[in-house]
Nanobody, 125 residues
Framework: VQLQAFGGGLVKAGGSLRLSCAAS????????MAWFRQAPEKEREFVAA????????YYADSVKGRFTISRDNSQSTVYLQMNSLKPDDSAVYYC???????????????????WGQGTQLTVSS
């Protein structure tokens, strides 16, 4: 599986940005997808996940109401729309591909076998 993430950058607090992650190597629609993030000297943390069909989404409390995860199975791509950004959102963002085809939403990094290369988001105050 290969994952390629795009869309990071520098944005002012209150701004918006959309991340994309294109997957290849497996039947994308058979797998839930997730985004994680990791700030310097912090552990990688769950941000959001979406079920295989895209009908259900899950969010960390810290981003609920501000971030939206979605997917386009025809394009094998998962998105993360980030609004009302805060400096605390600054991190490297990773898309994650799970170990199984289950729709169980695993918020632990151990539940994911493949990772994108990461894309840096910096939010200035």
């Amino acid at each position: 599986v290969q994952l390629q993430a795009f869309g990071g950058g520098l944005v002012k607090a209150g701004g918006s940005l959309r991340l994309s992650c294109a997957a290849s190597g497996r039947t994308f629609s058979n797998y839930r997808m997730a985004w994680f993030r990791q700030a310097p000297e912090k552990e990688r943390e769950f941000v959001a996940a979406v079920t295989r069909s895209g009908d259900m989404t899950y969010y960390a409390d810290s981003v609920k109401g501000r971030f939206t995860i979605s997917r386009d199975n025809s394009q094998s791509t998962v998105y993360l729309q980030m609004n009302s950004l805060k400096p605390d959102d600054s991190a490297v963002y990773y898309c994650a591909f799970p170990r199984t085809t289950s729709d169980f939403i695993n918020t632990s990094p151990q539940g994911y076998a493949y990772w994108g290369q990461g894309t840096q988001l910096t939010v200035s105050s």
